[in-house]
Antibody, heavy 121, light 110 residues
Framework: QVQLQQSGPGLVKPSQTLSLTCAISGDSVFSTSAAWNWIRQSPSRGLEWLGRTYYRSKWYNEYTVSVKSRITMNPHTSKNQFSLQLNSVTPEDTAMYYC???????????WGQGTTVTVSS | QSVLTQPPSVSAAPGQKVTISCSGSSSNIGNNYVSWYQHLPGTAPKLLIYDNNKRPSGIPDRFSGSKSVTSATLGITGLQTGDEADYYCGTWDSSQNAGVFGGGTKLTVL
């Protein structure tokens, strides 16, 4: 069965970069039907889709407008992983971050365990 | 402000039925598939409904989904105390070229 295992620091200082990784088992980051997503959840904003990376003969990235200038997602093909980098973080970026596998018609069907990220000095 | 609009809260007694609405537009719900997620505190969100009205393996038929034009509805029958959670609708927005969620609905089983 497909599993996603997240890793990365839970505390980031303001103005620094948040970096998280999601390791895939049971599927491939090269899947030509799935997309690999990052979502965050906070009490004030609920669920917020951040972006996705996917492979369709070449790599594509799509990001939500609110963080587009600060976000980068990359596949790490040799390790079957994908990552999230969010630059210039502020306390507003404090949230639970999730990675998830998604399909156009099947929704986000497999989720990572979540990483609580706090932005604080 | 979320792109998709859900009521902040709904409540009903055990054994009863509840519906949760999700309102959008032609750029999202109107032309894309809707999913529904259950989020219990301390756990990852769980896919309840995909492709507007389909249930993944293991999701009981007490949960149902429907879609009409630019709105979607999640129905839950035979409410149990374990159904108390936040519920989110989600879809793709073709004009923003981004995934979008509703603001979430907190279900209380009285």
């Amino acid at each position: 069965q497909v599993q996603l295992q997240q890793s990365g620091p839970g505390l980031v200082k303001p103005s620094q970069t948040l970096s998280l990784t999601c390791a895939i088992s049971g599927d491939s980051v090269f899947s030509t039907s799935a997309a690999w997503n990052w979502i965050r959840q906070s009490p004030s904003r609920g669920l917020e889709w951040l972006g996705r990376t996917y492979y369709r003969s070449k790599w594509y990235n799509e990001y939500t407008v609110s963080v587009k200038s600060r976000i980068t997602m990359n596949p790490h093909t040799s390790k079957n992983q994908f990552s999230l980098q969010l630059n210039s973080v502020t306390p507003e970026d404090t949230a639970m971050y999730y990675c998830a596998r998604g399909y156009v018609d099947r929704g986000l069907d497999v989720w990572g365990q979540g990483t609580t990220v706090t932005v604080s000095s | 402000q979320s792109v998709l609009t859900q009521p902040p809260s709904v409540s009903a007694a055990p054994g009863q039925k509840v519906t949760i609405s999700c309102s959008g537009s032609s750029s999202n719900i109107g032309n894309n598939y809707v999913s529904w997620y259950q989020h219990l505190p301390g756990t990852a969100p769980k896919l309840l409904i995909y492709d507007n009205n389909k249930r993944p393996s293991g999701i009981p038929d007490r949960f149902s989904g429907s879609k009409s034009v630019t709105s979607a509805t999640l129905g839950i029958t035979g409410l149990q105390t374990g159904d108390e959670a936040d519920y989110y609708c989600g879809t793709w927005d073709s004009s923003q070229n981004a995934g979008v969620f509703g603001g979430g609905t907190k279900l209380t089983v009285l």
